[in-house]
């Protein structure tokens, strides 16, 4: 059995750019495509199973459901840039990577055959420290040519490669990955404290309000905080249930060991 | 390699409902299908084996057999549903998750084959408590109509969302993954003390008198405490092997880890 | 990459009986194997290698080369049964079993090419203590019939089960899953103090002899103590490079743990 | 998702040795494929992604990119023997060794197809002690009759099997797979003090001195030093980079456990 994508409607996007936001550190990903979502008019199209997630499912809104990404569709009414905005509930559970690339890749053919020729993957970067004023956004490409075309933003290069040196799972394998099909790939990392658990609205803030810039969004941030409160209970509710399944598989971590830090 | 199933007789099954009772918490589902294949008038019609399944053989009875899992056929006389009953010696004994979901997925791909429309999973949830007078069952389903359907049988499903949270294995993944395929999804669960080696007679009977009423069936409960001491000599044993078995392959864990509760 | 087997000579065998003797507890099986290769008139016709076994080279006879099994044949003068010997550097590598089932089904594949209806699967059982004057040996079936057709032979089958209740790894699985092909299939455990590395004669000894008896073989067990003694040298080597390649590859066990006992 | 090879530009070799220089012990067989790439006119002609690898991009030149290995193609202006040199970022990161088979039958299917029917794998010996004044060149073939043709360049292949017994990894795989496709293969290894992160620029000026003799190359290593230090900083960043994602995919080891020594 391989990871599958179920298609829920076909649409023919006008120049998409796919924008993944997985879970991960400080859940950045999540909370950005989350709010995009939300705010945007967008429609779900798209659904990925993976047997690389783990093997239960989770009781959400009175509904047993299997772990699953979605892909949504944002239609442009500018005509310029169409969005596939990827949300879900997980990254691969497995610890030696395989299931990682397969997803990857099962997103970035799905992605292709929507005509997608630009990526955008969003994650955070932990920095140990809970307290920060202004949370920096660190930024990689998948190719030079495109430090020019972003250099605007804010967005901080120097500092990725110097303090991070890899970004670990979906976010840095689509970035790497998509490469290779000839598509363009920013990153985008919200500076956190660093444990997925604790969802940090101030650095989503911080990477949405680039992305806005990027895309030529206008979205009103107002909601975010309230949106990040609603989904806090959701994300923390997944983990709690991860670590809770992982222990009744019997991979029962200690407590020092038992936070994954997917990027 | 892949898991497969052997199918034994070619059957055309009258609105086939599928039960599942795989070995987990209380064994509650394995005693619920072992009780229904022994006193219903019912046919073995296919056997699973998978290389998920721990790699060795039973010795019993007298002869040595690799792990199975068995679809036994229930001709309904009254002509409304038959019965498909999944009964086995194991779920996947891989730590990923991938095997489970292989193997649910090659289930439901016969299932399909059969014309179900209808999944009830059986498993257990633990409390940690040994002594209970009357076992709660609770229930979950895989789309929010089926809570309708499904509420004047005394299934309790406003606790499953918040004492459990989700469910593990193939109790869980085969009310997940049917939904995909169009089906409806029932999954029951009795309440138990929560070891997989003790086999709990009582929370089995409480799910078996709701199976009874939502499928109609006149069936004695006589003879069931007898029938799960036969039972639980064999369950033991497979549970004792399987330790034994990760011991010599050089998995052993501590006494402590050493239960998984698959559910 | 899959498990595969090169053949090296096309052969159409008599009614061949397929005799696995791969390492495991003792290497009874791997001593048997080898000395019936060694006193027969035999060829090697395939070779099977697999992704399954450890990732190295051992460096033997001024020659590097991986891990294989190889299947030796025996034409029997007298017409009635040729043999199909299966000897081993190793079983699967890997934790989880799926190695081990995939290993299974490629020799039975193969085995079914040749027309085998019969495989004889030899391993050991360890009882923990080393002295011993009469080494029993313990047989399982994996078909009721059986039990009466190799009941006069010295076979102890009543204590498998009480004893033993599974057998672990190729032994156990070749007789299992070659059951699903209808094949008849008998295992003979040689009585061993139990340590992988601790080659022991007069358990194969035992073993051969009924081995001998069921075939009506005509062999001289005179040289079996020093050809035992020239293979020892040969498996400690491959058992001290496992527990060497494990501890580079980071899979270093503990000294209590690193012995794994394979039947 | 398989290791897949994506070839960059299509060529007609002449006689081509493949000659591997993957990461490993003392970096040996990294230093001196990328010593020969860097001082002989190559041109890169393939490149090899692998799920097998760990799931991260690395940060390099300030572009992400996901770990590969690359195929430089040289062509001998002497007409005799052009070299494809295999180069990477990493070997398998999976712990039970099916990557390691994967990655090995795919650079031979590509190795294979360009006509090679020779293979030199270059790897480094630990030997525990960090001061040498000679290091000395360990050899392995894969087929006695190249013990001759190989034996006047002062490689030591006594005591390859005495000492080492065995050879991890592609090193080792690549020589032994090599040869069931009809392949020489010879094996060099520097000696060295055993550790991955220390590169070693002595035990690589060692082997690079035979191969150049045996391939009758005309190379200065007056430069090797130097560049040994420009690729010093890039392969411990990459070490570094693949300890902090195991610790960030919940595999962290124990600090004595953290380095793995794939020869």
Redesign the interface.
Known sequence: ??TFI?VLKDVKPNNPILIEGLPGIGNIGRIVAGYLIEELETEKIAEL??????????????????LKCEFHYYKDPKGKNDLIILIGDSQ???????????I??KILDYAEDLGVKKVFTIGGFGTGEIEKDEPMVLG?????KL?EEYKGYGIN?EE??LK??????AT??L???S??RGMD?L?LLGETAGFPILTDPKAGEAVLKILMKILNLDISLEKLEKRVKDMENFLQ?IE??QQ??LK??????SDE?E?????
Request: net charge negative; with cysteine; aromatic share 10%.
């Open positions: 059995m391989e179920r199973y993976s047997p690389h997630f783990l093997p239960f499912v989770i009781l959400h809104e009175d509904v047993a459901r299997v691969s559970g497995d610890q030696e990577g395989y299931g990682h690339y397969e990857a890749e990689a490409v998948n190719d030079p430090l290069f990725t490669s991070l040196g890899m970004i670990v799972g840095g394998l970035l790497g990955l490469k290779l790939g990153c509710k709690r249930i809770q399944a009744q598989m019997g991979q029962e971590k060991d936070l994954r830090y997917i990027g």
